[in-house]
């Protein structure tokens, strides 16, 4: 069964201190690693796809890396505005459709 | 550009009271759908997912019902609602195969009292 596991839970950062979030999972047959961001309330809004080891991926102050065993989301210089849930979802070979999400990493950047 | 929409936003229901929540996507053809639900401190859970018209796939057994009337519509009922049904609900939807992003909708946020 795909599980995936993401930490920390939570991370407070200073405005401009980069830090990481990890998702490590476990699947047959990796289709697809899946990072989004979700503010409260709303829904997730996607960011990347990285589908093989060594992949990576940028989009301004957010960088994705993949390994054959778990997956890095680089912060760089962060904002307040930065501040959301990062959810991790990977699809398997024996999943079928379904994407396996972790339960996320809620992150809190102060001014 | 795709758009997809949910509604109601918001919903409270009593128990065994019937539900039906809308989901329309805009702006692309054959589409894959999904139903998700969120509980608070849970990741998201797979309800349904729908490859076209009529063809509804099941991955969680509940008192929940799904139909795909329209190829963009997405269709999320219940006869009775339970309290456990209470969450975010979120419609998502993907292009066609396997391994592709889903693109989610602003949600509906049930609560059963």
């Known amino acids: 069964e795909d599980q995936v596991t993401q930490s920390p839970e939570a991370l407070r950062l200073q405005e401009g201190e980069s830090s990481s979030l990890n998702c490590s999972y476990t699947v047959s047959g990796l289709r697809g690693l899946f990072w989004y961001r979700q503010d409260p309330g709303k829904g997730p809004e996607f960011l990347f796809t990285l589908y093989s080891a060594g992949e990576e991926k940028e989009k301004e102050r957010l960088k994705a890396t993949l390994t054959k065993k778990e997956s890095f989301l680089h912060i760089t210089a962060p904002k307040p505005e930065d501040s959301a849930t990062y959810l991790c979802a990977v699809g398997g070979s024996n999943s079928g459709y379904a994407l396996n999400f972790g339960k996320g990493t809620s992150l809190l950047v102060t001014p | 550009s795709q758009t997809i929409h949910q509604w109601p936003a918001t919903l409270v229901q009593p128990v065994g009271s019937p539900l039906s929540l809308e989901c329309t996507v805009e702006?692309?053809?054959?589409?894959?759908l999904y139903w998700y639900r969120q509980a608070a401190g849970r990741g998201l859970q797979l309800l349904f997912y729908?490859?076209?018209?009529?063809?509804i796939s099941s991955e969680v057994p509940q008192n929940l019902s799904a139909s795909r009337p329209q190829d963009r519509q997405f269709i999320l009922s219940s006869k009775k609602l339970l309290l456990s049904d209470s969450g975010f609900y979120l419609c998502a939807w993907s292009r066609i195969g396997t391994g592709n992003e889903q693109y989610f909708g602003p949600g509906t946020r049930l609560t059963v009292t």
């Open positions: 702006g692309t053809s054959n589409p894959n």
């Open positions: 729908s490859v076209g018209i009529g063809q």
